[in-house]
């Protein structure tokens, strides 16, 4: 119990020091470039140096420092550093200064540290959190002459350098601080110590990894991951220099973030914005191999992923599937009413979203014109409630003025939930602000309701019809065939029991994660579908299967830690719901917004996020009204819709 304990908590310590060390370098490129702007200006505002600042320092060196040389070191680099532009030259000119020219307006002392922090910089970089790590690719291509050469010397001095430092910051801090009357141990060394501490745990974990890794026969065990979702993107990272090969294999090569898949089908975001080739995220993981295939089925007996063009076999096999939609064994609505699950959906349904516009145009009567003008959204969970927001925006504020015919803001939306309230996960006073703010963008919500009916012009509500063209799905989701693969029985929604380990019980070395795997790990309860969920259970099972790989104790049960649940209606408008604190409103939104860019892959992407919503925001503007679809909806020889058998659904009724 004692060990499985400590393996917890180091597992947990390496996971927080991981995620604290990009903010810590931040932190101090941040503290240095004010401290040593603040010594610039006192050094042009012609302070005096004392003699113990000189100290040693010659006189010719002194002179250098009221240069021009001196006073553009002090100028520039301090600027470079905040922001992470050429970190490393700018902490070696800043370094220069430090050491050799004498710095007005600070404590003697002072220097030291300063100089020990731009070491560190000079040693490792600036982090991720910096334009250098951002330009890095394009830096390494670059035509520049010696671009390329300075980015790989960066990296051995890295590798080369950062043990010696280590150790020579440790040395110092604990051997000769004391004897130079350094006792008390300042923030500032403070912060150097946490560095080094997390960087020496980083260096002995990639030097434990190696020796294994050196000390297994070949092959390596191998570790399939089946699924680029957020679960098995979490799993394939988490095995990083372990000493295993992994194979992830998706149907797709690229890794969606799903949670604002609606704006693009709502034509507020691109495709690109929310997807990242997945070989690109994972291109300096050396032990992982890319495949780009469909998994057909699963040879438990032999252990073998059975391909539509081959078979891979495998040690340990990941399922991180994910969910498709659920109809509810009605799967002939589909056709009428698509769902959204990925980019080819989000895309299709732009596409029938625009052209029922611009089909409202050339409608030649009016009932035609009404049909296409009414969209309905079956389902109101959150992916429902904000579709129907965002199509009551685009309707309101994105379309104003583009068309001749007709005015968009009389579109007809309409939100239909089985239950008797929206956001069923969500407190029940967060689900009457949400349809508050629903129904004061203009949607019609009808909860309590069933649809029993979906055709081409029709939709059957609780035997009332709604003439209807254009028809959205977000009512339920369906896992995966994993279950079916594994010839394993699976709950209604199809997910794949799972023990405490999220180990299939009786499949040796099979795991599921995500929307694919049924955990009673949320206090008894099933975990939620969620994109944390399925990152949580990914990195889970990478520390599960390290543990096996290395023979360490096995960490303990899953526990899912639920972050809080968050939905947007639209502008200024959104619910949050994190246990005992709850907000709703115009906090609710930008939290929300900060939330998605924060989990979004990719720092291109999460420009161009907020550079699109800043604009929307501004201006009521979307940028992507693209239809990519070159068919017309209306099918062949459509005039009008036919009248609607049974009495109407009537607007504003629930």
């Not at 959190?129 to 670059?142: E, F, N, P, Q, V």
């Not at 996960?425 to 129904?439: G, T, V």
């Amino acid at each position: 119990m004692l060990t499985d304990l400590r393996h917890g908590m180091r597992a947990t310590i390496g996971t927080l020091a991981m995620s604290m060390e990009p903010w810590l370098w931040l932190l101090i490129r941040l503290w240095l470039a004010r401290a040593l702007i603040a010594a610039g200006v006192h050094q042009m505002m012609g302070l005096p140096v004392s003699d113990a600042m000189i100290g040693w320092r010659p006189a010719l060196l002194h002179e250098l420092s009221l240069s021009t040389f001196g006073i553009a070191i002090q100028a520039v680099c301090p600027v470079l550093l905040g922001v992470g532009l050429f970190t490393r030259l700018a902490a070696a000119g800043l370094l220069v200064q430090v050491l050799f020219l004498p710095v007005a307006g600070v404590a003697p002392e002072l220097p030291l540290l300063w100089a020990a922090l731009l070491l560190a910089l000079v040693v490792y970089g600036a982090g991720s959190i910096s334009l250098d790590r951002l330009l890095r690719r394009g830096a390494y291509r670059s035509a520049v002459p010696g671009a390329a050469l300075i980015v790989a010397l960066s990296g051995r001095i890295t590798r080369y350098l950062g043990p010696v430092f280590i150790a020579a910051v440790l040395g110092f801090l604990l051997i000769s601080r004391p004897r130079l009357g350094m006792t008390a141990l300042t923030p500032g060394w403070a912060l150097l110590l946490v560095i080094v501490v997390i960087r020496a745990v980083r260096w002995l974990g990639a030097w434990r990894e190696r020796t294994l890794a050196r000390a297994t026969p070949a092959p390596l065990p191998h570790v399939v991951v089946v699924g680029g979702g957020f679960g098995g993107i979490s799993a394939a990272r988490g095995l990083r220099d372990a000493a295993c090969r992994v194979t992830l294999i998706d149907r797709r090569n690229h890794h969606l973030f799903q949670p604002l898949l609606y704006q693009v089908a709502t034509a507020s975001l691109a495709p690109g914005d929310i997807a990242t080739p997945i070989r690109e995220m994972l291109r300096r993981q050396e032990n992982v191999r890319v495949l780009l295939g469909e998994v057909t089925g699963i040879d438990a007996t032999d252990k073998a992923v059975v391909l539509n063009r081959g078979r891979i076999p495998y040690d340990y096999l990941v399922l991180a599937t994910g969910a498709r939609h659920s109809y509810f064994g009605r799967d002939e609505w589909a056709e009428f009413a698509p769902g959204l699950k990925s980019i080819e959906d989000a895309t299709a349904m732009r596409a029938r979203l625009l052209r029922a516009f611009e089909e409202a145009e050339t409608a030649e009567t009016d009932a035609a014109r009404q049909a296409w003008l009414t969209f309905v959204i079956v389902g109101g969970g959150p992916t429902g409630v904000e579709l129907a927001g965002a199509i009551a925006e685009l309707a309101t504020h994105g379309l104003a003025g583009e068309f001749r015919s007709f005015d968009p803001s009389t579109a007809r939306i309409v939100l239909i939930e089985a239950s008797p309230r929206l956001l069923a996960a969500f407190p029940e006073a967060l689900s009457h602000a949400a349809r508050a703010a629903l129904e004061g963008l203009g949607v019609e919500v009808h909860t309590g309701k069933r649809v029993e009916v979906v055709e081409a012009d029709v939709v059957v509500v609780a035997g009332q019809s709604l003439t209807a063209r254009t028809v959205f799905w977000a009512a339920g989701v369906m896992a995966s065939p994993a279950a079916k693969w594994l010839a394993v029985s699976a709950d209604r929604a199809g997910r794949v029991p799972v023990g405490p380990d999220l180990s299939v019980p009786g499949m040796d070395g099979v795991f599921a994660v995500g929307d694919t795997a049924l955990s009673l790990a949320w206090n008894g309860q099933p975990v939620p579908g969620l994109a944390p969920a399925a990152k949580q259970s990914g990195a889970y099972v990478a520390r599960a299967i390290r543990a096996r790989l290395t023979g360490a104790p096995a960490p303990a049960p899953f526990r899912y830690r639920h972050l809080g649940s968050l939905a947007t209606i639209g502008r200024q408008a959104a619910v949050a719901d994190f246990g005992t604190i709850r907000l709703k409103g115009a906090l609710a939104w930008w939290l929300w917004g900060a939330v998605h860019v924060g989990f979004l892959v990719g720092g291109r992407n999460r420009v161009t996020v907020m550079l699109d919503w800043l604009w929307a925001y501004l201006t009521y503007r979307r940028g992507t009204g693209l239809i990519t679809e070159s068919t017309s909806l209306a099918p062949p020889g459509f005039v009008e819709p036919r009248p609607a058998p049974g009495p109407a659904l009537e607007p504003g009724k629930s």
